[in-house]
């Protein structure tokens, strides 16, 4: 902790201890470290985020981290996050996790946490495929993928489309990022963060050890030819026609984010005990 209780902090302070066990080469790291360098650009204080996230390589992010962290079960993170940012709307809540995690088993959590409008934001690290488990294919693996024992012809299935997904299920801010870019991806959390709502953000973050050929996003990733909008419309026939490659913020709405009220105060642990009793 810094001596002064009012200097900002630096992203290394953002840092536990902890050393990631990433693969080298993994995407993650960058997105690690745009994280941090995200919350020292906004002035946070690591007791003032929290950092939520499920199962999987890129969901490891909380312990790498001197913020308060919840690593939770399969595809529940954002489940986690909401009943925390409702609860504690002073804190900062992040959720991290991967395609696997987030459209997979956590798909159901993905669409009502957009539809819900949470002020938190959701960083989905998208390397389409199964890392942590030896390379299954994800929700988002394209349908001819046949790298992998596990499909040796591919699955055939169509891929999921989260930014067209949050889109329809009432994301107030979307936008995708590339973990070769941690500078600029770190400018993107920084933006979703601000922005009130739930703000979800796509990190491509190749998976070198299953999918080496992801290696070559680094000269797919581009700017996005157009500005951000806060039409829905607009935004979806973007989204439609994306080729997945797009960098940038790609819809900014106004929806007012949901925040219950916090009752008349604190209660008795006994009152509630009495209200279960049989």
């Known amino acids: 902790m810094s001596a002064n209780p009012q200097a900002a902090f630096t992203p290394q302070q953002f840092k536990s201890d902890v ?3 990433w693969c080298p080469g993994c995407g993650d790291y960058s997105v690690l470290s745009a994280i941090t360098k995200a919350l020292a650009a906004l002035e946070l204080r690591p007791e003032n985020v929290a950092i ?3 199962i999987g390589c890129s969901s490891r992010i909380p312990a790498y981290t001197s913020c308060y962290g919840f690593h939770g079960v399969h595809g529940r993170a954002l489940a986690a996050a909401t009943g925390l ?3 504690r709307p002073d804190l900062t809540v992040i959720t991290a996790g991967g395609d696997g995690d987030g459209y997979s088993i956590g798909g159901n959590h993905f669409l009502h946490a957009c539809r819900r409008n ?4 959701y960083i989905v690290m998208d390397n389409r495929v199964y890392g942590m488990t030896k390379g299954q294919p994800s929700p988002t693996t394209e349908p001819d993928w046949d790298s992998s024992k596990l499909s040796p012809h591919g699955t055939g299935l169509r891929e999921f489309h989260p930014l067209v997904i949050a889109l329809a299920s009432g994301a107030n801010f979307i936008a995708r990022a590339f973990s070769g870019d941690p500078n600029g991806t770190a400018e993107l959390i920084a933006r979703a963060v601000r922005h009130p709502g739930f703000s979800f953000i796509e990190v491509l973050s190749p998976c070198v050890t299953f999918r080496p050929e992801q290696r070559g996003w680094k000269e797919m990733a581009h700017p996005a030819p157009v500005e951000p909008t806060d039409d829905p419309g607009r935004a979806a026939r973007r989204l439609m026609t994306d080729d997945g490659f797009n960098i940038g913020v790609l819809y900014a709405g106004e929806r007012k ?3 219950p009220g916090m009752g008349h105060g604190a209660q008795r642990a006994a009152d509630l005990e009495a209200e279960f009793a049989l």
């Open 85 to 87: 940012k409702v609860a």
């Open 118 to 121: 949470v002020d938190l934001t």
């Open 257 to 259: 984010p949901y925040q």
């Open 19 to 21: 050393k990631p066990v």
């Open 52 to 54: 939520v996230s499920g």
